[in-house]
């Protein structure tokens, strides 16, 4: 009796394999689409304009993500995950812990543009706005710890900043950035981050 691959009967399993692989990289390509059209169209942005950046059509994207609130909650987690990764990776060829630092905080800025729109996309999805908030906390303060202890073991700024702390205050300087134009969070995230830095001595 011949035997038949877990993919099923006359399909290889690395066939099957690839076109799940296929899948995932052209789902993860939608969702960075998704998240630039979001940091500078915000949330409300056309579908068509992402389709149109991802270079699919519009089913593609409908099929993937049934409601926009379900494109947004993944682009969330999409951006949450990007962030988690990068720390370490910057840290890793940037050229120094504060560079690395610097160019994490960008990262997460861009975050917290697309984050503002969340709430009012779940709408009345309370338990799981905060699920995703704990999921936030949980990948991400590690990370900037990770940053911040590096940068002061090298001498670049000053210890005993806490993440969570640094991480609230940069969200709060980015609020109100989709409703006045004139208004520049990165600019005082850039002051703040001096603020951090080590005192040279005389």
Not at 32 to 53: K, L, M, N, Q
Not at 140 to 169: H, K, S, W
């Amino acid at each position: 009796m011949p035997t038949t691959s877990s993919s099923g009967e006359g399909r290889p399993a690395g066939s099957a394999r690839s076109k799940r692989a296929d899948a995932q990289r052209n789902q993860q390509a939608l969702l960075t689409a998704a998240a630039a059209v979001f940091v500078t169209s915000g949330v409300d942005a056309p579908i068509r304009e992402i389709a149109a950046r991802a270079g699919v059509g519009m089913g593609t994207i409908y099929r993937h993500f049934p409601t926009r609130a379900d494109l947004v909650v993944a682009v969330y987690r999409h951006q949450v995950e990007a962030c988690a990764e990068a720390g370490p990776a910057l840290l890793a060829d940037a050229g120094s812990p504060l560079a690395a630092l610097r160019q994490w905080v960008d990262l997460f800025v861009d975050f917290l543009v697309t984050k503002h729109g969340l709430a009012n996309a779940m709408q009345s999805d309370s338990s799981g706005f905060e699920a995703l908030h704990t999921y936030f906390l949980d990948r991400l303060v590690p990370v900037c710890a990770q940053l911040l202890d590096a940068a002061a073991e090298a001498g670049e700024i000053t210890a005993g900043t806490r993440p969570y702390e640094l991480m609230r205050g940069i969200g709060n300087l980015c609020i109100g950035r989709d409703s006045d134009p004139r208004y520049d969070p990165r600019r005082l995230v850039e002051l703040l981050l001096q603020g951090l830095r080590q005192p040279r001595s005389s």
